[in-house]
C-alpha cells in the first residue's frame, strides 16, 4: 500500500494553470496524491476555458475555486508534501512559510489566460497547458517517493520541469 501525498500547486492568479494541474492530478494519481492549488493574487473564479477543456475532457471540476495560498498557510492547514510553483511570477514572491516543511519545485508553464487572439488560439494555449501538465503530472504520481530521501526527491521533482513529451490523456478532447 503506497502512503496519500498532498501536493499544493501555485501561480498567480489560481484561474488556469494551478486550476489544470489539480484536476489533472485527483485523476491521474489513483488516489496517491491529494491534490489542492491557490494563488499569490487569486482572480477570484476558474476561468471558463480551463472548466470547458476539464469538462471535455472528463476531469473533476467539483469544488474547483480561486483561492489565495495564505489558507494552506494557516496553522490549520492540512500539512503538504510537495508545493509546486508552475508560473515564474509566483516564483518570484515571498512564499508563506508552508507547514511540514513541503518538497518544493518550480515548473514553468506558460499561461494560457495571457494568449491573446483568435478564441481558436486560446483554446489551442489551454490545450497545450493541459498536455504540458498532464506529461508533468503522470511523471510525478509514477514516483516513488517512499524510496527516495529528500534530496533526490527535490532534485527528481524539479527535473520533471524538463519534460515536454508523453501521452496525451486517451480519447482527450481538442
Same mark, same amino acid.
Given at each position: 500500500?503506497?502512503?496519500?501525498?498532498? *501536493?499544493?500547486? *501555485?501561480?498567480? =492568479?489560481?484561474?488556469?494553470? %494551478?486550476?489544470?494541474? !489539480?484536476?489533472?492530478?485527483?485523476?491521474?494519481?489513483?488516489?496517491?496524491? !491529494?491534490?489542492?492549488?491557490?494563488?499569490?493574487?487569486?482572480?477570484?473564479?476558474?476561468? /471558463?476555458?480551463?472548466?470547458?477543456?476539464? &469538462?471535455?475532457? #472528463?476531469?473533476?471540476?467539483?469544488?474547483?475555486?480561486?483561492? %489565495? @495560498?495564505?489558507?494552506?498557510?494557516?496553522?490549520?492547514? /492540512? /500539512?503538504? #508534501?510537495?508545493?509546486?510553483?508552475?508560473? #515564474?511570477?509566483?516564483? +518570484? !514572491?515571498?512564499?508563506? $512559510? @508552508?507547514? +511540514?516543511?513541503?518538497?518544493?519545485?518550480? @515548473?514553468? $508553464?506558460? #499561461?494560457?489566460?495571457? *494568449? *491573446? +487572439?483568435? /478564441?481558436?488560439?486560446?483554446?489551442?494555449?489551454?490545450?497545450?497547458?493541459?498536455?504540458?501538465?498532464?506529461? &508533468?503530472?503522470?511523471?510525478?504520481?509514477?514516483?516513488?517517493?517512499?524510496?527516495?530521501?529528500?534530496?533526490?526527491?527535490?532534485?527528481?521533482?524539479?527535473?520533471?520541469?524538463?519534460?515536454? =513529451? +508523453?501521452? &496525451?490523456?486517451?480519447?482527450?478532447?481538442?
Amino acid at each position: 500500500m503506497h502512503p496519500t501525498y498532498r *501536493v499544493l500547486y *501555485v501561480c498567480t =492568479g489560481n484561474s488556469a494553470r %494551478s486550476i489544470l494541474a !489539480e484536476a489533472l492530478t485527483r485523476r491521474l494519481s489513483g488516489g496517491r496524491f !491529494e491534490a489542492f492549488s491557490a494563488g499569490a493574487d487569486p482572480r477570484g473564479e476558474v476561468h /471558463p476555458l480551463a472548466l470547458e477543456l476539464l &469538462r471535455n475532457n #472528463d476531469l473533476p471540476t467539483e469544488g474547483l475555486r480561486s483561492k %489565495s @495560498w495564505h489558507e494552506f498557510a494557516a496553522p490549520d492547514a /492540512p /500539512p503538504m #508534501d510537495f508545493v509546486i510553483t508552475v508560473c #515564474d511570477r509566483a516564483a +518570484g !514572491e515571498s512564499c508563506p $512559510v @508552508w507547514p +511540514g516543511q513541503p518538497i518544493t519545485a518550480q @515548473w514553468s $508553464v506558460p #499561461d494560457p489566460a495571457a *494568449v *491573446v +487572439g483568435s /478564441p481558436l488560439a486560446q483554446k489551442a494555449a489551454f490545450r497545450e497547458t493541459l498536455f504540458l501538465l498532464q506529461h &508533468r503530472i503522470s511523471l510525478l504520481t509514477e514516483l516513488k517517493a517512499e524510496s527516495l530521501d529528500r534530496l533526490a526527491l527535490r532534485t527528481r521533482l524539479g527535473d520533471l520541469a524538463g519534460h515536454a =513529451g +508523453g501521452k &496525451r490523456i486517451p480519447g482527450a478532447a481538442s
